[in-house]
């Protein structure tokens, strides 16, 4: 019976400690460490039960006993009285047998229910053993999620201040600088490229529109 605590003793020592520190995952590793211990809890509870029924049979059997030895008593007195010595004798020998065994069936009744309460009070224990494992596996998780949580924001806000980062957007700025002085670039070309004849053109459309304005102004009497 003791076998099965083997497993919770482990669990619940200095050792975790240890056995998380070599677990690549811990969440999952508690999580088996509860699924044993629960195992454990079923089969105390199975060898529990049997061990209660074998008391109750025990029971069941001493009382049988001595019931019988209790009535051959008073059918040993009642034969006395009817005179009849020779069936009291005989209710008095099956007395004795029936006492006999009445003895050595309480006796092992009463280590029978010794052995059953003390395992209900290990069973008690590995049950409150086994809440304050969970208690302590969800704080544990928990723990365990807000750890990796923040490294991988560490991990995150590191890159983004990292070097690689910053000479990247450096890079990409050199670029935009590059595309404007491209497109500055462009446009004094298209500017030097124009011909004669563009100039001229430019010229006369400036013309008329000088024209076009002295005419207006001589209208409002604006001259």
Same mark, same amino acid.
């Given at each position: #019976?003791?076998?099965?605590? *083997?497993?919770v003793k482990t669990v619940v020592s200095s050792e975790l400690n240890? =056995?998380?520190d070599k677990a690549e995952d811990p969440v999952k590793m508690l999580d088996q460490f509860m699924r044993e211990m629960d195992e454990d809890i079923r089969e105390a509870e199975s060898a529990v039960a049997k061990q209660? !029924? @074998?008391e109750k049979m025990l029971k069941r059997k001493y009382d049988d006993a001595q019931a019988i030895v209790d009535k051959r008593q008073a059918q040993a007195e009642k034969a006395i009285e009817a005179g009849n010595d020779d069936l009291a004798r005989r209710a008095l020998e099956d *007395?004795?047998?029936? $006492?006999?065994?009445?003895? +050595?069936?309480?006796? &092992?009744? $009463?280590? !029978?229910?010794?052995?059953s309460d003390a395992l209900r009070t290990k069973l008690d224990e590995m049950k409150n053993e086994y809440r304050e494992m969970k208690l302590k596996k969800d704080t544990l998780k928990a723990r365990a999620e807000? !750890?990796?949580?923040?490294?991988? #924001? @560490?991990?995150? =806000? %590191?890159?983004? /201040? %990292?070097? &690689?980062?910053?000479? /990247?957007? $450096?890079?990409m700025e050199e670029k935009v600088l590059r595309y404007e002085a491209e497109a500055e670039t462009s446009e004094d070309l298209s500017q030097s490229s124009r011909s004669l004849d563009d100039e001229f053109k430019e010229l006369d459309r400036s013309s008329g +529109?000088?024209?076009?304005?002295? !005419?207006?102004?001589?209208k409002l009497g604006k001259e």
């Open positions: #019976m003791f076998k099965f605590f *083997k497993r240890a =056995m998380l209660i !029924a @074998n *007395k004795n047998n029936y $006492e006999q065994q009445a003895t +050595v069936l309480k006796e &092992s009744w $009463e280590r !029978a229910k010794q052995d807000s !750890a990796k949580t923040r490294t991988k #924001m @560490n991990r995150t =806000m %590191s890159s983004i /201040g %990292s070097d &690689s980062s910053k000479q /990247g957007f $450096e890079r +529109v000088d024209d076009e304005l002295a !005419a207006l102004k001589k």
